[in-house]
């Protein structure tokens, strides 16, 4: 376990490490798909020996439910485990290339190699799978890490620190626990690449850190993510899917549903779906949701006032709690609430909530819902709940966003077949399976001359040269 010494001095052990893995690195980019398998295996077999651990350090962070530290932790991880396991030869071997007819003679490819010292900071919200999954990716590509977990959740933070100490010496994997400083502290650092995942704010600042060593980046962000509800949609099925993707986690979850805008005709009855649901979730023994076992809390208190800021904004602005509402600062528990009459001045309109509150908005004319979404930043997800294919096709077409998911929600971010991220705002780069090991990958081109020459062109510039010149540039 790496222990730190006081902030004024924490170069010094990161320096060493950051050394000794840059040492290292042309080792591990020599190694073979068995020995990276071997490297990946021992994480999966420490997770399944462990998982008890796991889920027991989340609920003393913010008393994540055993079931969503299995559903959202560590179902995509294993997935993501498998498919590389499985896949990682095939990823690895050069792949061929066509030869255009001016270059006959010669053969092309390009192959993947690792790019080297590696750095993954990763978020609190899914504190473990948003850790150790981009290692799995950048250890099949074969790179040295250095892993810096969110101190927001501690005892997860010092599980996977112990995980990873047990597994590996530090000069391939190492992590550093704390806070923002330490975080400064390894951005100033020359890594190759550097896999973030958080708030587009914090995005912008890595990113920044980044350029001063031309480090390329994988950012996964956030933002506004929409859902459209149209008036073809089944409701009972859009409402419960809804639900569960906004309360997942207790709402912090960066590609929950950010807002709805749900077709004026149909406001009625979906709305009674959505708090049928809501009460089915969490209150199926009609007691308060405090009592469910199966409702998160938010992270800490100052998130806890962030959220309660917005509402309290949005109702001083006029919009109107149409379900929950019920907040305790002293258990950080915000109950699931349905805000109503939101407009654009609202600040719960303009933040990503990050938090189990749901503006509602309708529309009657899909293009004023487009526009709605279209005004703001690229989301990271964007739902929509149709049995209209034409209007979906509408919707897809005249938006962008880093993923679309066609009557679900959250599903996306466990198909390890599916590109994973966002766009501008919202993210750079795809993670998910071999999009996952492309990013932590130099896709390196190799042409070889078999036969023949281009000595026909070289100077001097006779006419008979020109003639050639011109004949390829124009036929071939």
Not at 191 to 217: C, D, E, K, Q, Y
């Amino acid at each position: 376990m790496t222990t730190l010494p006081p902030k004024a001095d924490l170069h010094t052990p990161m320096r060493t490490t950051f050394d000794a893995q840059r040492r290292h690195a042309s080792k591990m980019a020599l190694t073979s798909a068995d020995q990276r398998i071997e490297r990946i295996r021992r994480i999966q077999t420490w997770i399944k020996i462990h998982q008890s651990d796991i889920q027991q350090v989340m609920y003393d962070d913010f008393r994540k439910p055993s079931a969503e530290v299995l559903l959202g932790e560590l179902m995509a991880l294993h997935a993501e485990i498998k498919h590389t396991i499985g896949h990682l030869k095939q990823w690895m071997k050069p792949q061929s290339l066509p030869t255009p007819m001016a270059l006959i003679g010669t053969r092309s490819y390009f192959r993947h190699e690792p790019k080297g010292n590696v750095l993954i900071i990763a978020p609190w919200n899914y504190p473990f799978v948003l850790t150790i999954r981009p290692l799995v990716s950048a250890i099949a590509a074969g790179n040295v890490a250095i892993l810096k977990p969110s101190e927001l959740t501690p005892h997860t933070a010092g599980l996977i620190n112990k995980m990873i100490t047990a597994l590996f010496p530090p000069e391939e994997v190492a992590v550093f626990e704390g806070d923002a400083d330490v975080s400064k502290a390894l951005l100033e650092l020359p890594f190759n690449h550097i896999f973030f995942t958080g708030s587009p704010a914090v995005g912008r600042i890595v990113m920044a850190a980044a350029a001063n060593h031309l480090a390329s980046v994988t950012l996964e962000l956030g933002g506004k993510s929409p859902a459209i509800v149209d008036e073809t949609a089944d409701i009972k099925q859009a409402a419960g899917q809804l639900a569960w993707g906004k309360c997942l986690n207790n709402g912090q979850t960066c590609i929950a549903p950010d807002y709805l805008l749900v077709h004026q005709s149909i406001k009625q009855p979906f709305m009674q779906a959505l708090h049928d649901t809501l009460t089915g979730m969490y209150r199926p023994d009609g007691k308060p949701v405090e009592a469910s076992d199966s409702y998160a809390r938010i992270v800490n208190q100052p998130h806890f006032q962030r959220i309660k800021n917005l509402v309290d904004d949005a109702v001083n602005k006029g919009a109107t709690i149409t379900y929950g509402g019920r907040m305790n600062a002293d258990q950080n528990f915000i109950e699931p609430t349905v805000l109503e009459g939101t407009t654009d001045d609202m600040r719960v309109m303009q933040d990503e909530i990050f938090g189990p509150v749901l503006p509602v908005l309708t529309y009657t004319n899909l293009d004023d819902a487009l526009h709605i979404v279209n005004q703001r930043e690229k989301p990271l997800a964007l739902y929509i709940h149709s049995r209209n294919r034409k209007n979906t096709q509408y919707i897809l077409d005249r938006t962008s966003a880093g993923d679309t998911v066609i009557n679900d929600t959250l599903v996306q971010f466990g198909n390890v077949e599916l590109p994973f991220g966002g766009v501008n705002n919202s993210g750079l780069g795809k993670s998910n399976g071999f999009f996952s090991f492309q990013e932590f990958s130099n896709q390196r081109g190799v042409m070889q001359r078999d036969f023949g020459t281009m000595k026909f062109i070289y100077p001097p510039y006779t006419e008979k040269v020109k003639k050639l010149i011109n004949f390829l540039v124009t036929y071939l």
